[in-house]
């Protein structure tokens, strides 16, 4: 105001201008104007003389007194004297300090910030920064009574922690994406991350959360055993991460994020201190235990996957972040006493002595039961492996190859194992009174008591076995504990509600537990209402009740013929009483006519019609009241009918709706597939249909699925390119060509789902009719010739299932969360989103790309790879469809090599963190050794993962049963042009995986590509610098081995002195013993392995002989080997087939190599194999299994067999496997303990 010039500096106070300086000022006049303003302000707050102003053209404070700008020569004399200072018990600190880069200040003003869905994308969705939001509707009372906390604690958090707010009634889509379900929501971010805070409302509350989490923000803190003895002195619970050098950034990555779901319940730090590491007794790392009162709790998974397990590893740190005797508030009750026995203390604080002594006799029963639970786990889990041991012993004896090798499968898994687990806590009984006295009738002026809560089942134990109370004493508690946790228990529990209120929560507890079955009987329900309902309406309206003014008898709210009469008797007594009405008339006329002729009235035949006509309407009254006591009856049984009809329709509907949801039932396998069979002749045509029912029926929740989870017990499991699947049954693409429907088919129960084939764009495929049934062999034949709807349309559609899926799981809609469920950060593998489960995504070339362009071709697929990568857990990359002219011809080891390496290379380029596997699906009839060689030998060099044997075949197999007359009909369908698809295919499929398995396991000097066979082929693949080195070391070692053999003839094997070849000897075993094996099924005293469940053979793990090996460590190979090349040849080549060498390039292994190194058994496990074509049951679902598949896969059975083929297969399995022993196939080799 009344501003004339420029710079004008105004001092304002209560609102009114006190001063103001116009023009420049020289800076010591402004200094002392400002320190007068501030000293009236504060008086004494500042210096004297006021601060010491620099001078013109000076370079630094005079306050300043750090390092100050100094020469060469006096920099040098300030390093010495402050290296010498470290080492002089009078030393001072050094001069020269590192200046520390100053940060963006966190919430300068102190205030909660207003953030808008814009602000609030550009402040905390998009960068790393902490903050600590409130989600609120202006409504709510709670959020008015929490606001004053809210604002002081933002005043408290300044410059340490940002500060926001959201109105949800102005910002309701943002409100929406967070999911806020209730107001006040109080949500921490930090990094993508997000953890709601359930804590209490108080300040005090508020502000010691928000300093935990502005200390988790440091990050995970280093400690040293002084540092941690200190700390325990602090915290009661304390989570310590051990490392060492060879910890990977992706571990420590794992181990940060978890400092978001700990804040406000643990402390988490990390160490590397011998010390520490001797007193915790740790041998391996990374390693991760948990501190509570001193005494260690172990995280037992011990493989980087489960190190790194995000939801894992918290579920274990939530099920350990109490204290072992925490006291019970309302924070913490659900933690404590969800899903557990606890022992609660009732105790007062009023009464100190006896507060200790209870307080210590609880921690010390805690103590005490902890151990005995540790040493039955142990024992329990050794009685496991001493079973395991002993089949396999058992199988050893018997020379049971079969045997022996499911007894090596055995998985000693303790999870599994269902134990009632047991908390301590203790309970103020003064704060708490009236709530323990109306759940458990106690007061604690009695005394202190001990009660054995049960929360899930609603009941409570205070009673010992003697019938006295529990009291806290070590004694009183270890005695009563055993006989509670007993199954079933020994000491009668008492329920916390009366015998109603006990009915009322079991039937609530049933509908939470069975959400379906409910909603059928709720909806059964109404239906049978209202069938009632209309019922009684329909008989009212035709039993006359319709509320007529005139009434004969009875009830006066009747109508006229009475509102109980029936029927046809209904109808005639109303008649009757019209014909009364009509008689009575009549008579009156007749006496009026005779009085006016003759002048007088004959009263008696008048008289006796009258009485006959009184007579009449006295049986007709009687009438009309005989029916309204038979309506009566009637209608009460016609009420008891429809309660009946009604709970029968209920009952029908909701079983009915269980059993034709159920892929079990033989709905599903007879009825279906014959309906559509009949229905729909064009089996195309059936096929749309079914899909788009299937589509429709998924959207209301009405689709067949697996219920009852019958692979829970972990019997068919098997381990797919580091995944877990449930079971080994697949299904082949074809079923979901465009990806409509792949939660539908994994809902079947298949460990694996393949959708496709698709295109680079969208194409038609050949001529319609394309596909025909052959319904005597259970057999098709197609010529789709690939039609798809193209790479950018399935892919639109695979990111909508990802995008809806991150938003079902709390994650939002924005590219964050749909990069984190593709990270992992979902717990599940982004193309199934399903544990346990993974989709294959299978792609082709477009049929008019030229066949000799491979180049071409190559692009077709790197196209698609570059599209649906990222959706996909597995990459089938089909070159083996007989409809598509040319596309078998790149079988050929040339093409398919570059294809393949294309495709490989590709998908390394994926944006997501964990890259999906690459599998090359080939041709049944590319059956000859030749072929079969040249096509393993491009998949070693290409780098893909497996391969995926059988196809539909070109050629027509004989019918079955031998000797059986095809009907005219399907003769001429045979002679139809296209793949054949059927039971018939099932001992080619045999055999070609066996082949494979075989040619596979040569490795790939053996599985050499095939010659060229088309013009103009790429080049073969040049050998990278480990193989050149390698062969060119062999070739040293064979040339010192002959010349060995040339010189020593006759002499003494080895001239040598003894030290050397000893020396020689310890570095080869030293060598072979630090060789760790990349799977369990190698080490012969293994027992707690990670292997499958089904008998014969063992899945082989997905570990690359050349990509997990680095050229330092190959060099370092090379180096070791140097020495001993001449001196002694025989152990240079043994190490180098044995040792990190042989890991870069694999090579025959010479008769001179043992195979009971843990290397050389994972050679022959390297890339995995399923298997398609013929496979209709289990048993040969097993077969294939055991000639070297990995996963069995189906298409033709479940279009002859429906939805619940799947099922069935794995039923049959487990029948197989647990019925009566199987001898192991003659042709499959033996396996190496």
């Not at 050098?245 to 978890?258: G, M, N, P």
């Not at 229905?679 to 029912?693: C, G, R, V």
């Not at 290379?905 to 963190?913: E, G, H, I, T, V």
């Not at 040339?1046 to 570095?1067: F, V």
């Amino acid at each position: 105001k009344n501003i004339n010039s420029f710079p004008t500096v105004v001092q304002f106070k209560d609102g009114k201008e006190v001063d103001r300086k116009v023009g420049a000022l020289p800076m010591k006049d402004e200094v002392k104007w400002i320190e007068t303003m501030l000293e009236a302000i504060k008086p004494g707050s500042r210096q004297k003389d006021g601060p010491k102003l620099p001078k013109v053209g000076a370079t630094s404070s005079p306050d300043f007194k750090g390092a100050a700008v100094i020469g060469p020569a006096k920099e040098a004399d300030a390093i010495a004297e402050a290296t010498k200072s470290t080492t002089s018990s009078t030393s001072t600190k050094s001069l020269l300090k590192a200046t520390k880069i100053a940060k963006e200040t966190a919430n300068p003003a102190g205030t909660s910030v207003p953030l808008t869905a814009e602000t609030f994308q550009q402040k905390v969705t998009t960068t790393h920064d902490p903050w600590f939001i409130k989600f609120y509707a202006p409504w709510c009372h709670h959020c008015q009574a929490m606001a004053p906390s809210w604002h002081a604690m933002a005043r408290d958090m300044k410059n340490k922690l940002n500060i926001g707010e959201v109105n949800c009634e102005v910002e309701r889509r943002l409100c929406k994406d967070v999911n806020v379900k209730g107001y006040p929501t109080l949500i921490y971010f930090q990094g993508g991350e997000r953890i709601e805070y359930e804590g209490l409302r108080g300040l005090g509350d508020l502000i010691s959360y928000a300093n935990k989490a502005v200390s988790a923000g440091d990050g995970v803190v280093d400690v040293d055993a002084a540092a941690f003895e200190a700390l325990e002195k602090e915290e009661e619970v304390i989570f310590l991460y051990f490392y060492d050098h060879a910890t990977t950034s992706e571990d420590f990555q794992a181990l940060e994020r978890l400092l978001l779901s700990l804040i406000g319940h643990a402390k988490l730090v990390k160490t590397k201190d011998p010390a520490l590491s001797a007193r915790y007794k740790i041998s391996t790392w990374p390693r991760l235990i948990v501190s509570r009162d001193g005494k260690p709790t172990y995280y037992t998974p011990l493989s980087p996957r489960d190190m790194r397990d995000f939801r894992k590893v918290l579920g274990w740190m939530q099920a350990n972040w109490l204290p072992i005797v925490p006291e019970l508030t309302s924070s913490n009750a659900r933690d404590i006493m969800d899903h557990r026995l606890v022992v609660l203390a009732i105790l007062s604080r009023e009464r100190k002595e006896d507060f200790v002594i209870a307080k210590r006799e609880l921690k010390s029963a805690a103590l005490e039961w902890i151990d005995k639970e540790i040493q039955a786990f142990q024992l329990e889990r050794q009685e496991l492996r001493d079973a395991k041991q002993l089949r396999i012993e058992e199988a050893e004896d018997r020379n049971d190859q079969r045997g022996l090798r499911a007894a090596k499968q055995i998985r000693i898994d303790m999870n599994e194992i269902d134990r009632k687990e047991v908390g301590f806590a203790w309970v103020d009984g003064v704060f708490w009174e009236r709530w323990l006295k109306t759940t458990f009738g106690i007061d604690v002026k009695e005394g202190e008591k001990v009660v054995i809560n049960d929360e899930d089942n609603q009941r409570y134990w205070d009673l010992t076995s003697t019938g006295n109370p529990i009291v806290p004493s070590r004694v009183s508690i270890l005695e009563t504990l055993p006989k509670v946790v007993a199954s079933p228990p020994k000491i009668s529990p008492k329920h916390k509600n009366s015998f109603f209120g006990h009915l009322i929560w079991t039937v609530r507890s049933g509908m939470s537990a069975h959400p379906l079955i409910t909603l059928g009987l709720v909806i059964g329900m109404l239906v049978g209402a209202s069938i009632w309902g209309r019922g009684v309406i329909r008989r009212g309206k035709a039993f006359g009740n319709t509320g007529s003014f005139f009434t004969v008898g009875g009830n006066e709210k009747d109508g006229l013929l009475g509102g109980a009469a029936t029927g046809g008797k209904t109808f005639y007594t109303a008649l009757g009483i019209s014909a009364l009405g009509m008689m009575r008339g009549q008579l009156q006329w007749s006496r009026a006519q005779a009085v006016r002729r003759t002048g007088q009235f004959h009263a008696r035949p008048a008289f006796r019609q009258f009485q006959q006509i009184r007579h009449a309407s006295s049986e007709l009254k009687q009438e009309v009241a005989h029916n309204e006591k038979i309506g009566d009856a009637r209608s009460g049984l016609s009420r008891v009918k429809n309660l009946l009809l009604g709970t029968t329709i209920t009952a029908v509907l909701a079983f009915g709706y269980l059993y034709v949801t159920d892929t079990r039932a033989t709905f599903h396998q007879w009825l279906v597939p014959r309906v559509l069979r009949t229905l729909f002749p064009d089996a195309e045509d059936a096929h749309k249909i079914s899909n788009k029912t299937l589509k429709a029926l998924y959207s209301v929740g009405l689709h067949p699925r697996e219920r009852g989870n019958p692979d829970i017990n972990g019997d068919l499991k098997v381990e797919v390119f580091g995944h877990v699947l449930d079971n080994p049954i697949g299904t082949s693409a074809g079923l979901d060509k465009n990806a409509d429907i792949p939660d539908v088919v994994l809902g079947f129960g298949a460990g694996i789902v393949e959708v496709g084939g698709i295109t680079p764009r969208p194409q038609e495929g050949n001529p319609k009719p394309r596909v025909w049934r052959i319904p005597s062999q259970n057999a098709l034949i197609n010529r789709y010739g690939l039609n798809s709807e193209g790479a950018d349309s399935v892919a639109t559609r695979l990111r909508q299932r990802l995008r809806e899926f991150a938003y079902a799981i709390g994650l939002g809609l924005d590219p964050v969360a749909e990069q984190s469920v593709l990270d992992g950060y979902a717990g599940v593998p982004p193309g199934s989103q399903m544990p346990g489960r993974l989709l294959a995504v299978q792609i082709a070339k477009m049929k008019e790309t030229p066949d000799n362009d491979i180049d071409a071709i190559a692009q077709d697929y790197v196209y698609c790879v570059n599209q649906l990568a990222k959706y996909a857990d597995i990459l089938v990359v089909n070159v083996s469809s007989p409809n598509t002219p040319g596309l078998r011809n790149l079988q050929q080891a040339a093409p398919l090599t570059k294809i393949l390496t294309a495709v490989v290379d590709a998908a390394q380029a994926a944006d997501r963190k964990t890259k999906p596997a690459v599998m090359v699906k080939v041709s049944p009839d590319e059956d000859s050794e030749e072929q079969v060689s040249g096509i393993c030998g491009a998949v070693w060099a290409s780098g893909v993962d497996g391969i995926i044997v059988g196809n539909t075949t070109k050629k027509r197999p004989d019918a079955l049963p031998a000797g059986y007359l095809l009907p005219q009909n399907e003769q001429s369908i045979m002679l139809e042009t296209g793949g054949y698809s059927g039971p018939q295919l099932f001992e080619r499929t045999v055999a070609l995986v066996k082949k494979y398995r075989a040619t596979l396991d040569k490795g790939p000097n053996e599985a050499k590509p095939e010659p060229k066979k088309i013009e103009e082929a790429p080049k073969q693949p040049q050998k990278s610098e480990f193989q050149l080195e390698t062969e060119a070391m062999r070739e040293k070692i064979k040339q010192q081995l002959q010349q060995k053999s040339d010189t020593t003839q006759s002499a003494a094997p080895n001239s040598l002195d003894a030290e050397t070849k000893a020396s020689i000897e310890s570095s080869v075993e030293r060598d072979l013993k630090n060789l760790k094996p990349k799977t369990g099924a190698a080490d012969k005293n293994s027992r707690d392995q990670s292997i499958i469940q089904i008998p014969e053979r063992h899945i082989p793990s997905s570990v690359s002989s050349s990509s997990n090996t680095t050229a330092a460590e190959t060099k370092a190979a090379f180096s070791a080997v140097e020495p001993a090349l001449g001196a002694a040849p025989d152990a240079a080549e043994k190490m180098l087939s044995s040792g990190p060498a042989s890991s870069a390039v694999s090579a025959n292994p010479t008769k001179k190599t043992s195979l009971s190194t843990p290397a050389q058994l994972n050679t022959n496990k390297e890339k995995v194999i399923f298997a398609t074509g013929g496979i209709t049951n289990g048993k040969q679902a097993l077969e294939v299994l055991n000639a070297g598949a990995s996963v069995a896969m189906v298409y033709t059975a479940m279009v002859y067999g429906g939805a619940g083929t799947i099922t069935r297969i794995k039923q049959e399995m487990r029948e197989e496997i647990h019925g009566l022993p199987r001898q192991l196939p003659s042709s499959a080799p033996r396996e190496e303990r």
